[in-house]
């Protein structure tokens, strides 16, 4: 049988297409940052701030040069998936790891120097981190959507109404100018996500299936059941295949969901979730609280009368962890349900708790769908900001914590190259701060320019002192309000290290010609 695979070992090309990848998406650094403009066609292409949003648009002529661009895009949208966060920092520290490293000089012991530094910087970073406070949740998150003091408030504002417990959700809408924070009440299934990630279709985010006006089944069965396949077929025979349906079973079932990731694959927005408990019981009265929620009835094959009615969620996210559903205007049967359930005599209050969530909805409007869809990007960004900021606590921003964890570095490993590996670590700590400082036109002195302030020196100095860009001088960052998210700089770096780690690991790229297509 013949072999169509291609082999080869052009690495010049692949680290280009890498690090041209990085340096696109590390342009929007700080609140200094630029936008950069993405171009499609004769189409007049729209202005984004959002790292991953740039670098999912980029490819090149040559083949090896996108699969790096694309490599480049994996390990930032890692960071993007746990924490919605710090895909420019991630790019940062990969552009650093990639552009120092010789390939040629890398090896097991350089990477078991890494990460003895990685451990040193975790624990640095857990001694660091204090508790964030409204405040500094408004300044971060203030950050995060591009100093948009509107959309700061608009977060700000639906998170201190939902709770970390709670839901936040961005819609984009046409029909407004501006955008509006709504309160409402939504439906929180945790620890019941979709039964394959293959249902995903936004990637970009957070490995999720996430749509508006959805389209609900819900079905007691434990086994393959031909009529809701049936069922949905009929649905998608006068609606595009690009409508969402999302199907809720009491329990997992593998030939429910191989055949809809049949379905899925040749085009149909389509999702299976599964509301498996710890008892029969439980399950059952999931499933009927999601049907109550979204106006649905639940089918059960085994009852002859059981009809399938579809219900409708204006919009699901579901993850491997958990779905949310909102609904705009709730039924009234559900409003029912929920007052019985408060006045039982016994009550259930974990269920009374998910299905009160608190869900804030915030309403993204623009001039134009280019405007809305940029703020709705900015959004959020800014929602996962929060969300991470109060998920391990905060550390001072503008890179000057890791610059200085950098200087406080001293380990000798006694090993030439797991030494190299740690020193490596040490000089990625201060190329974040170098670049904020770059994208402000401000340089470190010379050995001839005494005068100028040295930036990175006063960091590692002092931890909290940093470049204020607003104030434009070296300032304590931490007084200023100036703080990130310590648990998105930890998976940044955790990011990072993983694909710099396999991307300097390389020894062979396969190409297969029917896919060399990608200009």
């Not at 590390?26 to 984004?48: H, K």
């Amino acid at each position: 049988m013949k072999n169509n695979n291609v082999l080869i070992k052009d690495f010049k090309n692949f680290d280009y297409g890498f690090l041209k990848c990085a340096e696109a998406v590390f342009q929007t650094y700080g609140s200094e940052g630029r936008l950069g403009l993405i171009q499609n066609g004769t189409n007049p292409g729209y202005y984004s701030k959002d790292g991953v949003s740039l670098a999912k648009a980029i490819r090149f002529g040559n083949l090896t040069a996108s699969a790096g661009a694309v490599a480049c895009i994996t390990g930032a949208s890692r960071t993007l998936s746990l924490t919605q966060d710090s895909t420019t920092l991630s790019c940062i520290l990969m552009h650093a790891f990639i552009s120092k490293m010789d390939r040629s000089k890398f090896t097991k012991k350089v990477e078991a120097g890494i990460y003895i530094g990685v451990e040193e910087v975790y624990k640095h970073l857990e001694t660091l981190a204090k508790k964030a406070n409204k405040k500094d949740l408004k300044q971060i998150t203030k950050v995060a959507v591009n100093s948009d003091e509107v959309l700061a408030d608009l977060i700000t504002d639906a998170f201190n109404y939902s709770g970390n417990q709670g839901i936040i959700e961005v819609m984009m809408d046409k029909d407004l100018e501006n955008s509006v924070f709504e309160k409402r009440e939504g439906l929180l299934l945790k620890n019941h996500g979709f039964t394959s990630p293959y249902f995903a279709n936004r990637e970009d985010k957070k490995m999720a299936f996430e749509s508006e006006q959805v389209a609900v089944i819900c079905a007691a069965v434990w086994e393959y059941t031909p009529s809701i396949v049936t069922e949905i077929q009929k649905f998608y025979q006068d609606k595009p295949r690009s409508t969402p349906l999302i199907l809720f079973l009491e329990k997992s079932n593998p030939d429910f969901t191989e055949k809809l990731i049949g379905i899925k694959q040749v085009g149909y927005n389509v999702c299976v979730v599964a509301c498996n408990s710890y008892d029969e019981y439980s399950s059952e009265a999931l499933l009927n609280d999601i049907a109550s929620y979204t106006g649905a009835s639940v089918y059960n094959p085994r009852n002859i009368e059981s009809k399938i009615i579809f219900g409708l969620a204006d919009k699901v996210v579901s993850t491997v962890e958990e779905t949310t559903i909102l609904n705009i205007e709730v039924p009234l049967e559900f409003k029912n349900l929920v007052t019985t359930l408060e006045n039982a005599e016994k009550r259930d209050e974990k269920r009374i708790k998910m299905l009160t969530t608190k869900a804030a909805l915030l309403r993204i409007g623009g001039l134009t769908p280019l405007d809305i869809q940029e703020r709705f990007d900015r959004a959020e960004d800014g929602v996962g900001s929060i969300r991470s900021s109060t998920a391990e606590g905060i550390i001072a921003g503008g890179g000057s914590t890791l610059a200085y964890i950098s200087g406080l570095m001293n380990t000798d490993l006694n090993h030439k190259e797991k030494q190299v590996g740690y020193e490596l670590i040490k000089w990625v700590l201060t190329q974040p701060i170098l670049r904020l400082l770059k994208n402000a036109n401000r340089g470190q002195p010379k050995w001839y320019q005494p005068w100028k302030p040295n930036y990175l020196k006063s960091a590692m100095g002092k931890y909290g002192v940093g470049y204020n860009t607003s104030l434009d001088e070296i300032s304590n960052l931490i007084e200023d309000g100036i703080v990130d998210s310590k648990k998105s700089i930890r998976v940044a770096i955790e990011s990072s290290v993983e694909q710099s780690i396999k991307v300097l690991s390389l020894g062979v790229i396969i190409h297969d010609p029917t896919e060399m297509n990608l200009d």
